[in-house]
Each structure stands twice: as C-alpha cells, then as structure tokens.
C-alpha cells in the first residue's frame, strides 16, 4: 500500500490549513465585504471544508450551527466569534488529519459511499475553495489595515501568533 501521494497531500493540508489560522487570527471580523461579514465568510468556508472535504453524504452539522447560518443570503441573527470559530478550525483540523492519515494512495481514486466525486477530487476541490475565500478575506484585512497576512508556502515554515503579518 502506498502512500507517497497521501502524505504529499498530508503536507500541503497542514499548509493550506495553517494559512486558515492566519486567516482567523489577522481579519477584521465584523468587516464587511460583498454584503457579507468576515465572521460569516470565515464560517462558511470552514463549514465547506467540513461538509466537502471527506464526504458530503456522511455530513453532520457542528452543534452551534443554526438554520442559514452558513449562507452568503441570509442575515444570522447570531454572530461568531474568533473564538468560536478558532475552536471549530482546530477540531476540523483534527479530523481531516486523521482522515487523511488513514488513506492509501489507491484510495483517492475512489469515492466514498453515495458520492458522485473520488477522494481525490473532494479535497481538491476544498484546496481550491478555501484559497479562494482566504484570498478575499486578506485582501479585505489588507485594505483595512494595511498589514499583509502571511501566506505559507511550499517551504512550511509556521510563525507563531507574533509573526502572522509579511
């Protein structure tokens, strides 16, 4: 059983997911960009990843989560907090990582039960999402503020909560 594909994907979700933490911690959260607030941005990205990262059939929502409170069309009664949503990324964090670290490479061909998408294609297709966001979400941190968050690269190299800015 080979792996080599799986912890290449490993690495670069450790990444991807670390430039999510930056994220979190530098945004301006009640900022509004296109109508919708970071805080909501942050959440619906994160709950994407939750739903679409390992198999949107088996999907079972976070126990905060109310009605629409993850739709870009419908004002939320209820705001998150960096906090909250800092708690819900360190839990999704867990559990993609304990995912991923039960593949075989053979199995990101495959698709999961009742899915019309391989592995592969799910966690592809949350790289692409989740970049996206973090792209509008730091591009409105930057404009506020004028400081540039971080974005790691291929070199990993993590900063502590001091170092979060370029």
Known sequence: ???????????????????MKITIH?????????EVPIWKRLYYTLH???????????YVEPPFHETDLNSFDVPSKRVL????LAIYYEGLQLKILQYLNQLTDDMLAERPEDCQFTRLALILGQYRHLMYHIGIINASTVMETGKQPKIIGMSADFPDEDHYYE
């Open 1 to 19: 059983m080979s792996r080599q594909l799986v912890d290449n994907i490993i690495d670069q979700t450790k990444i991807m997911l670390f430039n």
């Open 26 to 34: 530098t945004c301006k959260m009640n900022d509004v960009v296109g």
């Open 48 to 58: 994407s990843l939750d739903q679409w990262f390992i198999n949107p059939q088996e």
């Open 81 to 84: 907090t960096r906090e909250e």
